[in-house]
């Protein structure tokens, strides 16, 4: 039945990827097939609004419900609840409140900082115009009638670091390609993110890939550049897709081209698709592949700034990076670098996964401590388990113990702790975390993402996977840990390029903070976490076990017995290891050792 009331809606739909893979787009046509079916009259006028990344993942399908400004949060939306939504909420004027977001949902907020993903989740990121009606493309106006050298002092001013990974001030390095000789200058934009885990480049560029776009215009009126790259991997379709409809319509609106905005300035962007490869993220190795040759990095002897793409004078920055640029214009250096701490500042963005409660996107003011992220934004580890470390920085970071969770998290203070910032990847690991596994993960992939061109990467990675993996199997011996560290050394003095000079920084971490679980795989044959199938053993405690028969039930060899109601018991003959038992059991009847 129709409303006579005179109404406006907006519904936004997350359509980032997580939202997506949810089911956002079903969610979207229901909503409108509800509108359909419903037959609302002119006066009341709904409106399906899609949106990027909402930052909880963990929460999707996330859709606002705005009726005349009065906005409701639903999570976990289903095409079945929209059109209940519509029937009760949008039609009948009463919120579905058990679909509402709880406590945990502001929670997760409450400490954030949002500025560059402001307007992610806010604003169709298909749409230049309601870009420019957030104030988008307000910042170039103003770059544009201002003298180059002053946008880059504003940038040092600033305090930016780059957030690709090494923190380097951004307003130095575009100060270096600018003086640099020569008058064919690149300026390019890093969205290859490959790091197990990391979303946060990616989730810009979907949500809101028009803030990129005008980072770089600045940049490259400020460096004196005409052509600029994004070079993103090809694994990222929505991304991809996104980008190139914003490049289109900023050409359309004469933002890209000749004589942009009405000026003498001229500046264009192309789209560069990565492969995959992880090593294609550092700065040589992606110009080489721009220039469709094998992405393998070459020597620093020459900055990329005096000869990178094509041998020409080229300023890399990340998504991250790019997407700031437009805000310190705009609102200004002192404004920005009143934000963060005294070396590091601005906000971070960081991708919250693994043993966490609150999975998603988050974006805070540098200097936060380690604990409000992992407690009162992620809250907390699932099932009440101890948390035991943090991994950042990807493949090249390390762990951070629980000892640290007060440490501010910044550029300096994640170096001193043996780790880094990195691109902003933050997994969560908990007290069923085999920290010898773990680094062995990550040397793995290391290992195969590497080019093979430098022998300390190629035979380091190499032999450090076989140390940890006879350590994991109960053949390491104490002179496997003397190896690793020397070889750790070895491969930080000699690497080619950053993916092997930092690859060794999961296992020196883990051994500088968790080198009891080192010894106990190899002088006790013992797995603490449970984790290292070779080294662990599962068995059922009679006490505590009250014969339910999930664990026999669950068990996919068979290798649980007894009666129900009975305690069971578990032939270590049958037994795979899986953990099944062990993670299914209500009672803790079920013990590793």
């Known amino acids: 039945m129709a409303k006579k009331a005179s109404k406006d809606i907006v ?54 419900v705005a009726v005349n400004g009065q906005t409701e949060t639903y999570q976990f939306v289903t095409p079945e609840k929209a059109i209940k939504i519509v029937e009760e909420h949008i039609i009948g004027g009463k919120p579905v409140s058990k679909w509402l977001v709880k406590k945990d949902y502001h929670d997760f907020h409450s400490l954030q900082k949002k500025l560059v993903l402001a307007n992610c989740g806010q604003i169709d990121p298909e749409s230049i115009d309601e870009y420019m009606d957030a104030g988008g493309y307000h910042a170039v106006r103003k770059a544009l009638k201002m003298d180059p050298e002053q946008i880059i002092a504003d940038i040092k001013a600033s305090g930016l670091r780059g957030r690709g990974g090494g923190g380097f001030p951004a307003g130095i390095k575009w100060e270096s390609c600018r003086r640099a000789p020569g008058t064919i200058k690149y300026v390019l934009c890093n969205a290859d993110e490959g790091d197990p885990g990391a979303f946060m480049d990616r989730s810009i560029v979907e949500g809101n890939p028009h803030a990129v776009i005008e980072g770089m215009i600045i940049g490259a009126h400020a460096i004196g550049s005409e052509e600029g790259y994004v070079y993103i991997r090809a694994e990222y379709p929505l991304a991809v897709a996104r980008l190139r409809m914003a490049l289109d319509q900023a050409r359309e609106h004469h933002f890209l081209g000749e004589k942009i905005f009405g000026t003498d300035v001229n500046f264009e962007i192309k789209v560069v698709l990565g492969a995959g490869a992880f090593v294609c993220g550092e700065s040589t190795a992606l110009m080489t592949s721009i220039e469709d040759r094998a992405g393998e990095p070459r020597p620093k002897y020459v900055h990329t700034t005096d000869r990178g793409l094509w041998g020409k004078p080229s300023n890399l920055n990340n998504v991250e990076t790019w997407a700031n640029v437009p805000l310190i214009i705009d609102k200004g250096a002192q404004w920005y670098a009143g934000i963060g701490t005294e070396t590091s500042k601005g906000t971070k963005i960081f991708s919250l996964v693994g043993k966490i409660n609150n999975t998603g996107l988050v974006e805070v003011p540098m200097g936060i401590p380690l604990r409000d992220i992992i407690y009162k934004i992620g809250g907390g580890i699932p099932k009440k388990k101890a948390f035991k470390a943090v991994q950042t920085g990807g493949p090249s970071g390390g762990c951070i113990p629980a000892s640290h969770l007060d440490m501010p998290v910044d550029y300096e203070n994640l170096s001193k702790a043996g780790s880094m910032m990195g691109s902003g990847g933050m997994i969560v690991l908990d007290e069923d975390t085999c920290m010898v596994d773990m680094a062995k993960y990550f040397l793995q992939f290391c290992k195969d993402e590497g080019c093979g061109q430098c022998t300390p990467c190629r035979e380091g990675t190499a032999q450090m996977v076989r140390l940890l993996t006879e350590i994991t199997e109960g053949k390491g011996t104490p002179e496997h840990i003397d190896m690793l560290e020397e070889l750790s050394l070895m491969m930080q003095d000699a690497s080619l390029c950053a993916l092997g000079t930092s690859a060794p920084n999961s296992v020196l971490s883990t051994l500088q903070y968790f080198r009891e679980e080192y010894e106990a795989h190899i002088v006790n044959k013992k797995c603490p976490a449970g984790v290292c199938k070779a080294l662990t053993t599962f068995t059922i405690d009679e006490a505590k076990c009250t014969g339910c028969t999930i664990c026999a039930r669950n068990c996919p060899t068979g290798a649980i017995s007894g009666e129900k109601k009975e305690p069971h018991y578990i032939d270590q003959e049958k037994c795979v290891k899986c953990r099944v038992c062990y993670e299914g059991c209500k009672f803790d009847a079920v013990q590793k050792g």
């Open 11 to 64: 519904v936004s739909i997350c359509t980032g990827t997580g939202g997506v893979a949810a089911g956002g787009y079903k969610v979207i046509e229901a909503f409108q097939s509800a509108f359909t079916e419903k037959s609302l009259d002119a006066k009341f006028t709904p409106r399906t609004h899609k949106v990027g990344c909402r930052g909880f993942c963990a929460k999707d399908v996330l859709v606002d």
